[in-house]
């Protein structure tokens, strides 16, 4: 977890802004001083409960996260009510001021309060519902590329998981498990970020996640958390440590760890290929990811990014398909994660909004585009199981399970 300084000191700015602002309204509205000073104490103690907070060890090997998400969720939800019931008051303070109206305690006031209640509530409500109601998404991929053998093919796709984030409560893991295992997949498959910081977050977990079974087994890759980069670590030894140990707990739980490889998986005399490639980052992430490496561009090659098989990328972060698989290969079909959709969606229908469109183009569902040569590539971005930062996930977005049905489309 990492908050920059300027956004430390603007977090602290606004608080200060906001409690100015609600103290003065008390202050207004009431004749007993203890309402007013009263508000003005707690929010003192606010300011240095979230200097405290941020002041925090975030990054050493010993620290732990899981108390600072929490400490720093739960200071975030009030301040976005208090933020919330600011700017329904400024709006009724200025339709006041433009209608003539004159009433010492005016209605907007009850609405931004009332509004900032509901707030409250849907963000905790986060907490104990919203990111415990796993949902599967159907989605049918066509194509003439795929072999009849493949017919009906299914491929369950988890990303995401963020253990760490459960502690050593393994509950929500184990629904997850049992609900992947009901669809009986041929295939499941993990697009990356199994822990938030380091590997030990997974002991708890290896023996829930052992249970994941599929005809074609699990394959998996890393994604930008699976790598200690979130951690100031005591030697280069240590990093290359943990490491090591997170692949040897994907060995021991029966999944396979395909860092920049590919295999086929075969059905008769046809076969599908599927591609993994470990991270590919964008600022501030490390690439580590090699698409080449793991399938050739050269058309000299018996297998490459262009031939005629029906090809499925695993990769963690979307980016890699928006600026490059989808425009110089042929690559079916890509599967990421990693967006969250920043763990808030609101969706109707078909329509859905999350602030993470204004920092992906791809960020949650199914995307087709034609790459260079005319060929479709398509995208599915699964908004993941797991949470990290804030310990929630707001409205609709709910932990996700996509259940990917492969269709042989005629010519």
């Known amino acids: 977890m990492r908050i920059p300084l300027v956004l430390a000191l603007v977090l602290i700015a606004l608080s200060v802004l906001i409690d100015i602002y609600i103290t003065r309204d008390v202050r207004k509205s009431t004749r007993r001083d203890v309402w007013w000073k009263g508000y003005l104490v707690s929010a003192v103690l606010c300011w240095i409960f979230i200097i405290v907070v941020l002041c925090l060890p975030k990054r050493s090997e010993s620290s732990g996260i899981i108390p600072v ?76 590329k795929i072999p009849v053998a493949f017919n009906g093919y299914t491929i369950a796709q988890i990303s995401d998981l963020h253990v760490g984030t459960w502690g050593n409560d393994t509950t929500f893991i184990s629904t997850l498990v049992d609900s992947v295992n009901s669809l009986h997949p041929d295939l499941i498959v993990f697009t990356g970020d199994i822990v938030n910081r380091k590997t030990d977050e997974l002991a708890p977990f290896k023996g829930v996640l052992s249970r994941l079974k599929a005809k074609d087994g699990v394959l998996s890759i890393l994604g930008n958390h699976d790598y200690g980069d979130y951690v100031d670590w005591s030697s280069p030894d240590d990093r290359t ?34 591609i993994g490639v470990e991270n590919w980052g964008d600022p501030p992430f490390p690439v580590y990811g090699d698409l080449e490496k793991a399938l050739s561009s050269s058309v000299d090659s018996i297998y490459h990014q262009n031939d005629r098989r029906f090809k499925i990328l695993l990769t963690h972060n979307p980016e890699h398909w928006n600026q490059i698989v989808s425009h110089t290969t042929n690559i079916d079909l890509s599967l990421a994660g ?49 949470e990290v930062g804030m310990p929630s996930r707001l409205l609709s977005a709910y932990p996700e399970i996509t259940l990917l049905t492969l269709r042989h489309q005629g010519n």
């Open 69 to 144: 998400m929490w400490m720093l969720y739960s200071y975030l939800s009030f301040y976005a009510s208090k933020l919330v019931y600011v700017v329904v008051s400024l709006v009724g303070r200025l339709l006041r001021r433009v209608c003539g109206f004159r009433v010492k305690w005016h209605p907007a006031q009850w609405v931004g309060f009332f509004a900032a209640l509901g707030v409250l509530a849907m963000m905790w409500v986060g907490i104990v519902f919203t990111r415990r109601n796993i949902v599967v998404n159907d989605v049918v991929i066509s194509s003439p």
């Open 241 to 274: 440590a943990n490491n090591l140990l997170l692949a040897q707990n994907q060995a021991q739980m029966g999944w396979t760890l395909m860092n920049n490889e590919r295999r086929f998986i075969s059905r008769g005399n046809d076969s599908i290929m599927v």
């Open 338 to 386: 990693h967006t969250h959709a920043m763990q808030m969606m609101l969706q109707f229908g078909k329509w859905k909004w999350s602030p993470a469109r204004y920092r992906y183009d791809q960020w949650g569902g199914l995307y087709e585009r034609l790459n260079d040569n005319g060929q479709l590539s398509r995208l599915y971005v699964n908004i993941g199981a797991g």
